[in-house]
């Protein structure tokens, strides 16, 4: 799909910081707003807490939308020193109808590799017709899917370390359809999920904006 006008000049126009964790690929300039309760990520990778995501945040972007959006949240956890031999992330951070992560085979430990896990993709969201104070245009979609609200949940860890989870908004394409591929990604592979692989199989381009948060265990 082509990117709108307005969107294209933004991610063409630099240099800018990155709103994507480093190594995260695809790598996104523009901001995605986020919002939980009166909680804003106004950096990327500001510390939160479970209570604080436990309801969905509000999305919004500084330039005025004018089309439908996808919306993704990921959890990557890197295993490299000083964690190169910790676990895998823990039980409370899988879907309950997920598979155990014994039975993954993960990312080596040793090589210090991103494992991953696909919390939410909803689509459908349009523009509010409104604005919050610093001049945000919020975003809403009455969809519930198609991989339905899953907070971040990190276990009790020691020592305690932060889970990254990364935040990616794509313009929907008209009609769009999701294809089977990209369905049984969604439904069945939440666990190591790759962004890149989705985004072919369903038929999207580029994200346009992106932010990332942290909570902690």
Do not use: C
């Amino acid at each position: 799909m082509k990117v709108s006008s307005a969107f294209s000049a933004l991610l063409v126009a630099g240099p800018a910081t990155a709103q994507t964790p480093a190594g995260f690929t695809p790598s996104v300039s523009t901001r995605l707003d986020l919002t939980f309760g009166s909680k804003n990520v106004a950096t990327p990778g500001t510390a939160l807490t479970k209570s604080d995501t436990a309801q969905p945040p509000t999305l919004g972007l500084a330039t005025q939308p004018n089309g439908t959006y996808l919306w993704l949240m990921i959890l990557m956890r890197t295993f490299s020193a000083p964690y190169a031999m910790e676990s895998p992330p823990p039980m409370s951070d899988q879907h309950p109808n997920q598979a155990p992560l014994s039975s993954t085979n993960f990312a080596n430990p040793q090589a210090g590799q991103p494992s991953t896990y696909l919390h939410t993709v909803i689509r459908d969201f349009k523009a509010t017709g409104q604005t919050t104070s610093s001049g945000i245009y919020t975003l809403s979609s009455t969809a519930t899917g198609p991989v339905s609200w899953f907070g971040p949940a990190p276990g009790a860890e020691n020592p305690p370390h932060p889970h990254r989870y990364t935040n990616l908004l794509w313009e929907q394409p008209a009609n769009w359809v999701i294809p089977q591929a990209a369905n049984t990604q969604l439904q069945n592979q939440k666990l190591g999920f790759n962004v890149e692989d989705f985004i072919q199989a369903a038929g999207l381009s580029v994200p346009i904006a992106a932010n990332y948060f942290n909570v902690t265990g």
